[in-house]
């Protein structure tokens, strides 16, 4: 997700690398903090494979700076991973949402309906933090109020979401 993020931020413009981890940090939260040890390699895997330009300008004091921007084949890198998202891409909430923060990016609304199918079909699937054997448990079926308060969270946030879902697809 950090390369995609990488993509998708640079496909609104050219960054320096230290815009790019702010922004990054904004989209990704305190609960996954971008370090330099996972970014800098990222943006070199994705320079080597030709997604990416880096131009060095003079800095302010004696450091260089590099800016990044997309190439032709980021972008078309970028558009297939949105278009193509599918498993963990849609099933786990903060790869979604790096997905969801870039779909504009596609420029075809079926391309875009499709992926929020998707997620919507995943949504629509029982499911649980909690188990009693192979039946999800509900908010109703446990005693502990934390376990509850999880579970009533998770059906509260996931009503919303297949509500706006709903209300985009049609």
């Given at each position: 997700?950090?390369?995609?993020?990488?993509?998708?931020?640079?496909?609104?413009g050219?960054l320096?690398?230290?815009?790019?981890?702010?922004r990054?940090?904004?989209?990704s939260g305190?609960?996954?903090?971008?370090?330099?040890g996972?970014?800098?390699?990222?943006?070199?895997?994705?320079v080597?494979?030709?997604?990416?330009?880096?131009?060095?300008?003079?800095?302010?004091?004696?450091?260089?700076?590099?800016?990044?921007?997309?190439?032709?084949?980021?972008?078309?890198?970028?558009?297939?991973?949105?278009?193509?998202?599918?498993?963990?891409?849609?099933?786990d909430?903060?790869?979604?949402?790096?997905?969801?923060?870039?779909?504009?990016?596609?420029?075809?609304?079926?391309?875009?309906?499709?992926v929020?199918r998707r997620?919507?079909?995943?949504?629509?699937?029982?499911?649980?933090?909690?188990?009693?054997?192979?039946?999800?448990?509900?908010?109703e079926?446990?005693?502990?109020?934390?376990?509850r308060?999880?579970?009533?969270?998770?059906?509260?946030?996931?009503?919303?979401?297949?509500?706006?879902?709903?209300?985009?697809?049609?």
């Amino acid at each position: 997700m950090l390369e995609l993020a990488i993509l998708g931020f640079l496909a609104e413009g050219p960054l320096h690398g230290y815009q790019l981890r702010r922004r990054i940090a904004h989209l990704s939260g305190h609960a996954r903090p971008v370090s330099d040890g996972s970014l800098y390699p990222a943006i070199s895997r994705l320079v080597s494979a030709g997604l990416l330009d880096r131009r060095t300008e003079p800095g302010s004091s004696a450091a260089q700076r590099h800016t990044l921007s997309l190439t032709d084949a980021g972008r078309c890198e970028l558009l297939r991973r949105l278009r193509d998202a599918t498993g963990l891409d849609i099933s786990d909430s903060t790869r979604y949402f790096t997905i969801l923060a870039f779909l504009s990016h596609l420029p075809d609304t079926a391309d875009q309906h499709a992926v929020l199918r998707r997620r919507l079909e995943f949504l629509e699937q029982p499911a649980s933090f909690f188990h009693d054997g192979d039946r999800p448990l509900g908010a109703e079926d446990t005693a502990d109020p934390y376990r509850r308060g999880m579970l009533t969270i998770a059906r509260a946030t996931s009503r919303a979401e297949r509500s706006w879902l709903r209300e985009v697809l049609v």
